[in-house]
């Protein structure tokens, strides 16, 4: 089998991410999480004094800087500048940093080129919300899941409980509408299936039963 890029996008909830990593760990492949990229570069800038407002140089830090991802989806290891930052890059000061880089433009193209550039060779995956339309506009396959808001709501409410949230299924239902409507309607990269993306509804489908689907579409396209 040829190594792929395989992108998935979809709304909170849909089953994106648990779908990616197990499909990655299926085929062997890199799963490639931009937030850690967004948090070596914050630690970065952290590290290095330099100001999360100064546009400029933060985008700087993240185009000079050499950001690595390797191992599986459950033990990932990210490395800056040869440098092996998983731990630091988890801490609380690096996840207020990687927030805020992540509005800024430039730092967001310098971060997408990184990403083309871990899947040059193939045999990656990844998902989001514009990565078939955005990130991997050349993927060989590109996805999209989706499922209706009432089973979406259910499953990020049994997610937000098990870390310890006390939250109700119309309060979740009601943050996922919100996000929806920002995701869709932003100007940049909404939210949107890419034309030759495969539309899989995992509203009735159990995950062992789309991650099949997913291994299928990849055999089809190998």
């Known amino acids: 089998m040829n190594r792929l890029v395989i992108a998935i996008d979809g709304p909170s909830g849909s089953g994106k991410s648990t779908v990616g990593k197990a499909v990655a ?16 570069v914050g630690r970065k800038a952290l590290d290095s004094n330099t100001s999360l407002e100064d546009a400029a140089s933060v985008a700087w830090l993240a185009r000079e800087s050499d950001i690595e991802l390797e191992g599986d989806p459950d033990h990932l290891r990210v490395f800056l500048d040869g440098s092996d930052v998983s731990a630091q890059i988890r801490l609380p000061d690096a996840s207020h940093a990687s927030s805020v880089v992540a509005t800024i433009r430039e730092v967001r193209e310098a971060v997408v080129e990184k990403l083309r550039s871990m899947a040059r060779a193939g045999g990656v995956v990844m998902d989001g919300r514009d990565i078939g339309t955005k990130v991997f506009p050349d993927a060989q396959v590109k996805l999209f899941l989706d499922a209706s808001i009432d089973v979406r709501a259910r499953r990020r409410c049994e997610e937000e409980r098990e870390r310890g949230r006390d939250v109700t299924v119309d309060q979740i239902r009601a943050e996922l509408e919100a996000r929806d409507r920002r995701d869709r309607e932003r100007t940049a990269t909404p939210l949107v299936k890419a ?19 997913v291994l299928e579409i990849a055999r089809t396209r190998s």
Do not use: H
């Open 195 to 213: 034309p030759d993306a495969v539309f899989i509804d995992t509203s009735d489908l159990p995950l062992e039963g789309v991650i099949e689907r």
């Open 25 to 40: 760990r299926r085929l062997g492949y890199l799963y490639i999480d931009s937030g850690a990229v967004y948090r070596a």
